[in-house]
């Protein structure tokens, strides 16, 4: 089968909505801070109606890796489901205008977009409330196997695991890439999300993931250990590739006795830290998909990830292809 | 009458889609750089088909100004018509959200919520590109007379005067205020807004305002000169106050004998000029409703202007009631 695609990603397709925040007001409402908590409709409604003015742009974790690749120039898909409503077109026309092959069909009833409510706090952490919406409307008929076919990777997000219909389209997703001889990638998203598919989590990774993309409080979840040496150890041999991102502590990769510890990019002032991991995971599979090694295609995750925390929101205010390349070329 | 807000607002509720754009794109698409152009509902959607991806947020000229005002601690109020879709509630509870009273009724029928395409190119200019919508359905049967009442300032801005209906709306709005001896503000929106209607804004200004904001360009354009000493000599003795402003040159001040020349607060970076008209008239207002001088208020509107465009988008990112005093305070 002919390669169409560096990158399809298969993800939640959700509308952001950002303010800015204080810790009071996460303490009133009682919000996890620095997490993403699943929320239904009518506490969407409250927590919307009690939040200060916002902006409102595309997101989705594996989306906004798929618009970051997109941006570094390279050929992506996406699958995911909108509704056939302002915020569903609002996210076709982002990852389109993109140039990202989006051809999922929207839905024509149930819920509407999903959209997630997004606090961020003046140390540019960032307090997710998402209603799912007609994301769970997902399902293994979704998945073009002759698309999964033509890319070289399939990109899922953890938090796939959430809707069951969208767990059934992860699992064909995954199976039919590996059947095409295709390489496999996971976020696992949010430590709270590994805390809920902690097992399931770990079967993926034994069994049907070639890179596994996860920070450190992920990580340590996963393998439920303390440190991060020991779910470096843990994670070790289950898995072809781990990249592992731990902050302006930069990030680790592991692939079986090769080993990198890259440091991050310099921030000039982190704003956001939004989209941080996805945008990692973007430069990262740009390099791995473009003949870098490991330790440069890290350190193009770290530069993709600095642009991210630097600005309001997930997706990238420049063209990343330009980025890297200034980047790469005044090392 | 019992005076309840310092200013209630009048004008189109609109949603800002806002784009990095560049010349090219501006000419291949025939779009006049630096303008506002009203666009009907095909060419809004073919337009933004081409759009590179976007950020939505809540705008609106005279709406702009009634958000900083709030943002400044002022009690205020609007009046503007969105539809009952995902846009007009985004609208609405933007607004709401910054403490304006904004009870206007929803449309059920008829077109969605009006949109601004708006393409903010390198050198902080933006292009507007307005798909009015639901702003036509705002009529005379709008405007509460009770609140126009207990307002120390009714505030209109020019663009209504482009929907008929809107207009019977404002022309009620100004006579009412009037009658309950209010205070009458009026903005010229953008320079072809007043080609579209010289006539009747020169007639506004003569017998219903009492105070009219202007740019350099809208001013030169409503007295057909080429200077701006022209024009400054041209409202001069029709208008009670003109607050009359010339981007980095700040702005000058006319009331009878009495003028103002103010030099313009200092812009770290210019980012975008979305919102610097409206944002300096929220500032003057303030001022005047306030017991400030004219110079003072001139003063004030500099510096909210400066903050806005500082950042993308037209609506404050920062308190703007502590900016100010801050500003203010280091003098």
């Known amino acids: ?103 999922t069909l929207l839905a024509t009833g149930g819920a509407a977009t999903a959209r997630c409510l997004i606090f961020v706090t003046a140390d540019a952490q960032r307090t997710m409330q998402t209603y799912l919406g007609a994301c769970v409307e997902l399902g293994p008929g979704d998945i073009d196997e002759e698309l999964i076919g033509a890319a070289k990777v399939t990109y899922l997000e953890g938090y796939l695991w959430d809707p069951s219909s969208a767990k059934e389209a992860f699992v064909k997703a995954a199976t039919v890439a590996r059947q095409a001889g295709r390489t496999v990638a996971l976020s696992l998203s949010d430590s709270f999300c590994v805390d809920r598919h902690r097992n399931d989590f770990r079967n993926l990774v034994n069994d049907h993931i070639d890179i596994i993309f996860a920070n450190e409080e992920e990580i340590k979840s996963l393998y439920q250990v303390d440190t991060f040496d020991a779910a470096m150890q843990g994670v070790r041999g289950h898995c072809r590739i781990a990249a592992l991102t731990r902050g302006d502590k930069g990030s680790v990769v592991i692939s079986g006795a090769e080993v990198h510890v890259v440091d991050a990019a310099p ?53 990343l292809d330009e980025l890297v390349r200034r980047e790469l070329a005044g090392s």
Chains 1, 2 share one sequence.
């Not at 399809?8 to 996460?26: E, K």
């Not at 699958?79 to 051809?103: P, T, Y």
């Open 1 to 103: 089968m002919a390669v169409h695609y560096d990158v399809i990603g298969i993800g939640n397709a959700i509308v952001d909505v950002l303010a800015h925040s204080d810790d009071a007001f996460l303490a009133a409402h009682g919000l996890a801070k620095g997490a993403m908590t699943l929320i239904d409709a009518d506490t969407a409604k409250s927590l919307y109606d009690a939040m200060t003015p916002t902006i409102e742009c595309s997101g989705g974790s594996a989306a906004n890796t798929i618009a970051g690749l997109a941006s570094l120039g390279a050929p992506t898909a996406f699958i995911g489901k909108v509704r056939d409503d302002q915020l569903g077109a609002i996210f076709r026309h982002d990852i389109r205008a993109l140039g990202v092959a989006f051809e």
């Open 267 to 319: 921030v000039s002032r982190v704003v956001d830290t939004t989209g941080a991991g996805d945008a990692y995971a973007a430069g990262f599979l740009f390099g791995v998909t473009h003949d870098f090694d490991l330790a440069q295609s890290a350190r193009i995750g770290g530069i993709v990830a600095a642009e991210a925390i630097g600005h309001f929101g997930a997706r990238a205010e420049v063209s």
